[in-house]
């Protein structure tokens, strides 16, 4: 039964190829056809498969369908959370995920610190979304025309020196953020506050959510939290490949480092 099932599910990504005739499914399954043929009636039964009019065979409606369900019914919140507390156990600071909905970035988690010190972010509450890391992460992945005509509706509040002053910079800092697979809001919303962000993907590879982790500089210093990235960007990592089944496409390489005037 175990091997039926196996060359059951070998003819799937064999199809996701491309269309194939009984022949070439049973030279690639290395059966004979009648055993192919059995196969790929059971699969049509359950829609997986569909059987065209020139005889061959092509991923079933069915499939995508119960892919689109599954993608709907994942919680990114629920897959995220322990990865979340056990980094927040090993580096003590407060830590949030973050989603892109409906024009606003927004916090859907938050570990908090282990100091007396605490942040005034809330879980639903919208970030500040020209300056806040998760939110350069998040608008990064989009497409060029996306990121731009977001860029040039955004208001663009100097909440310190060290707030992005407009659209243009805006556009740079994601078109660094995009290449380099990571970010950070050093100073950018609150003069006393570091920043440094992962992104979380899919398993087309586009982005999903964002984390990060922030402290204030009382607690570490800038060059220190920067340090604690490549932990960052591992967490982010093991939450993407539980979130997508395997690993994510476009994992950024680990071999771009940070400096102290990174973004």
Request: aromatic share 4%.
């Amino acid at each position: 039964m175990s091997q039926t099932v196996d060359r059951a599910l070998s003819i799937l990504p064999l199809l996701a190829e491309g269309p194939a005739d009984l022949g070439q499914v049973a030279e690639r399954l290395d059966v004979h056809k009648s055993t192919a043929l059995r196969l790929l009636r059971t699969l049509h039964e359950h829609g997986l498969v569909y059987r065209q009019s020139d005889q061959r065979y092509r991923l079933g409606a069915r499939l995508f369908a119960l892919a689109q369900e599954a993608v709907e019914n994942l919680d990114v919140r629920e897959i995220a959370h322990p990865h979340l507390v056990e980094l927040n156990e090993k580096i003590g600071h407060t830590i949030h995920l973050a989603v892109y909905e409906e024009q606003e970035v927004l916090y859907i988690d938050k570990v908090e610190s282990r100091y007396p010190v605490r942040m005034y972010s809330r879980i639903g509450k919208p970030v500040a979304i020209t300056v806040a890391a998760v939110a350069k992460l998040l608008l990064a992945d989009l497409s060029e025309p996306e990121r731009r005509a977001i860029a040039e509706k955004l208001d663009y509040p100097m909440y310190t020196p060290r707030s992005t002053p407009n659209a243009a910079a805006f556009l740079k800092e994601l078109t660094v953020v995009r290449e380099q697979g990571w970010a950070t809001d050093l100073g950018g919303h609150e003069e006393s506050i570091n920043c440094v962000g992962a992104p979380i993907r899919g398993a087309d590879g586009r982005v999903v959510a964002a984390m990060s982790v922030s402290a204030p500089n009382v607690v570490v210093t800038r060059e220190e939290l920067l340090k604690l990235l490549p932990q960052v960007r591992r967490t982010a990592e093991a939450i993407s490949r539980e979130y997508s089944g395997h690993s994510p496409h476009n994992t950024p390489t680990p071999h771009n480092t940070p400096t102290k005037e990174a973004f």
